[in-house]
């Protein structure tokens, strides 16, 4: 941590703000004890901040550093022979009830120790890094068993030991029905979601509750029984939800004062209303999307009317999403989903913080961790436009360059 005030010079900031890109040109921000201190002109630093040493960013376009707020980074095998059936025209639900799909992943998870868990995981991380990512939230779900489901959560927890980025963990043991349950998703649940959560709890594993609401997972009943001990352990839920179906996942979250629900490309009006109520993000997934060559658009157009906060993440995972660059989901959000670079560079930072339950990140504003992403960029909105680009100068993490 910088012992006094640094001072960012010569930098385009944009700052993030709800109503666009808050772009402040030839800016000066100060940062201290890993905060930002103070953001604006560079013609308005305070005389104070005026002696202290400082950075010169080359013109440099400077954001708050990127969140990616969906993730299953933390997983055994991969699944390129299934993506070679789906290409022959198999669909992804075939697959998964043939028994491929997280199943496969689950054989593969199981058999792997938590260090080669952590090593899987590894170059993957380290190249969201290179995006300028210093938030990824990593998720459970391929255990579907206590040990495994805990084992992924410290797995979690250690890349964010080894690695300068902040982990926010996801238990997900509500992920897949395991074979040995096969028909008895109920007993699955009581027998190994709920009481796995106790222990993931006791054991500080579980920033959050996350489950997968749908025909080939569980039911909404199902999902209510896990958020109702989610919510008397004080952990804040999310869920998949309208992913491949409708069966009011969203609303169901929304009543539970979800942070969020994830990939809705089947989400109606009445479940847009719901989440606005609730200030529930509607976190977009446009991997899974385009690896699912889905038709169906998420709602966008609605979610934009009725104000509800749309983040964009890779949900980076060995099937439906094999992808780990979030400006490439962040150009899909553009391309795929007509969302507009402004709205895509906010969903990769401010509203993924919020996602997150995170206050302090995502934006550039006085008090806010000081996690930056410098660009050799001009604008903004070349960070959405190029595709498979990385534009990264570097990353300055709590305030360390
Ligand atoms: N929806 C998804 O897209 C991922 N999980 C989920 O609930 C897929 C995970 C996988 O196919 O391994
Ligand atoms: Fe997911």
Known sequence: MQQTPLVLTSCRAATIAADGFGLIEDAALVLDAGRIAWVGPAAD??????????????????????????????????????????????SYEEVARAGGGIISTVTATRAASEQALVAAALPFVDAMIAEGVAVIEIKSGYGLEADTELRMLRAARTIGQQRPVTIRTTYLAAHAVPPDYKGRA???????????????HAEG???????????????PAQIERLFKLAVSLGLPVKLHAEQLSNLGGAALAARYGALSADHLEYLDESGVKAMAAAGTVA??????????????????????????????????????????????????????????????????T??????????????????????????????????????GFNPLHHRIIGGVL
């Not at 109920?186 to 993931?200: G, I, M, N, Q």
């Not at 157009?301 to 060995?318: C, E, F, K, Q, S």
Request: some cysteine.
């Open 45 to 90: 630093l305070p005389a104070e901040h005026a002696g202290h040493p400082r950075q010169d960013l080359g013109g440099r376009l400077v954001t708050p550093a990127l969140i990616d707020c969906h993730t299953h980074v933390v997983h055994g095998g991969n699944r390129a022979g299934e993506f070679e059936m789906r290409l022959h025209g198999a």
């Open 283 to 348: 976190v977009i997934l446009p991997g899974a999307f385009y690896t699912l060559r889905e038709t169906q658009m998420p709602p966008i157009a609605l979610l934009r009317a009725h104000g509800v906060p749309m983040a964009i993440a890779t949900d980076m995972n060995p099937g439906s999403s094999p992808m780990s660059s979030l400006l490439l989901a962040m150009n899909m959000g553009c391309t795929l989903f007509r969302m507009t670079p402004q709205e895509v560079l906010a969903g990769a």
């Open 350 to 387: 401010i509203h993924a913080a919020r996602a997150l339950g995170l206050a302090d990140r995502g934006t550039i504003a006085p008090g806010q961790v000081a996690d930056l992403a410098v660009w050799n960029a001009d604008h903004p909105a070349e960070l959405s436009y190029r595709i």
């Open 205 to 219: 594993l579980v920033d959050a509750v996350d489950g997968f609401c749908e025909g080939i997972a569980f039911s």
């Open 186 to 200: 109920d007993a699955y649940v009581d027998e190994v979601c709920l009481p796995t959560l106790h222990a993931a």
